[in-house]
């Protein structure tokens, strides 16, 4: 079962840029659905993107657009590149992963039960 772990976090202001990245152990990506949530304080988490283990990939429509999600299977990273960033975007970011879903249906990947292998997170910070 692959690990995974979080850096890349910090403080930026609005319209600014951070990039995350998950290095995973254990296993290789390449054989694993890998994913971004996010959780603001007092809320659940929040399905940001997913890049399935054959490469496809998806957004949540808040961060459509400006947020791209990578993976380096080389190394054994993903990343979450994060550009034009909001207020609203302030929250720990984790990535996780799984065995991949053949489907590569949207409804069960934003579902953070599906997901066996969670980071520690990494704290994103965006001041107004």
């Known amino acids: 079962q692959v690990q995974v772990g979080e850096s890349g976090g910090g403080a930026v202001q609005a319209g600014g840029s951070l990039r995350l990245s998950c290095a995973a152990s254990g296993s290789t990506i390449s054989s694993s659905d890998m994913a971004w949530f996010r959780r603001a304080p007092g809320k659940g988490r929040e399905f940001v993107a997913v890049?399935?283990?054959?490469?496809?990939?998806v957004y949540a429509n808040s961060v459509k657009g400006r947020f791209t999600i990578s993976r380096d299977n080389a190394k054994n990273t993903v990343y979450l590149q994060m550009n034009s960033l909001k207020t609203e975007d302030t929250s720990f970011y984790y990535c996780?992963?799984?065995?991949?879903?053949?489907?590569?249906?949207?409804?069960?990947?934003?579902?953070?039960?599906?997901?066996?292998?969670w980071g520690q997170g990494t704290q994103v910070t965006v001041s107004s």
């Open positions: 996780t992963a799984r065995i991949p879903d053949p489907r590569e249906d949207l409804f069960y990947a934003a579902l953070p039960d599906t997901y066996t292998s």
């Open positions: 890049t399935w283990s054959g490469g496809n990939v």
